[in-house]
């Protein structure tokens, strides 16, 4: 079945380079990304994990677990985790999951059910595990982006896209197009005049169905 936005996510059992885990044990009640990959030890993704080992204090900031999936062993993460640490200058601290069976993936909807890896496999065959789902304290996906195997994904803009949503859940707005922290944000539709003057203060209505205001506090 399809995974969708607001969906809870799958519950799984899987070993990973620190130990087995229970993925919605792991959670924690806790904001999470999940970012996959189709291969170890191969080139765009060695950064990517090197540039989210890199923003360890971000993701501390924001109490937030990151967890890896990648499908290929135990092993194997375990020494591509040096490469990756030397490639960022920084420890790969977090667990990645072994799913050498591809069930993590298919629960995922990053592969179809009939998928398999063959002898001998390339990245090629597993193209499609390149995807991060942010997940957010009630097991439930935020958001998902799939990137093609030739372009390294922007950990920068899944901070962004991660601040936005803690602060939609937290505060009750929308985000308009190219959001930092900061700047005004967007008091949706369904809260009156009185309401969101009650709610925010002073806002600008541009629109009767578009007002912004600054982010409370």
Known sequence: MALRINDTVPDFKADTSDGPISFHDWLDGKWAILFSHPKDFTPVCTTEFGAVSQLADEWAKRDTKVI???VDGVE????WKNDISAFAGAPASFPIIADESLDVSKMFDMLPAEAYLPDGRTPADSA???SVFIIGPDKQLKLMM???MTVGRNFA???RALDALQASA???VA???NWTEGADVIIPATVSNEDATAKFGEFTTHFPYLRTTKLPG
């Open 170 to 172: 937290k505060h009750g």
């Open 146 to 148: 799939t990137y093609p």
């Open 128 to 130: 499609t595990v390149r």
């Open 76 to 79: 194997d993460h375990k020494k």
């Open 68 to 70: 890896g999936i990648s």
């Open 175 to 177: 985000m308009p197009a």
């Open 157 to 159: 803009e899944v901070l």
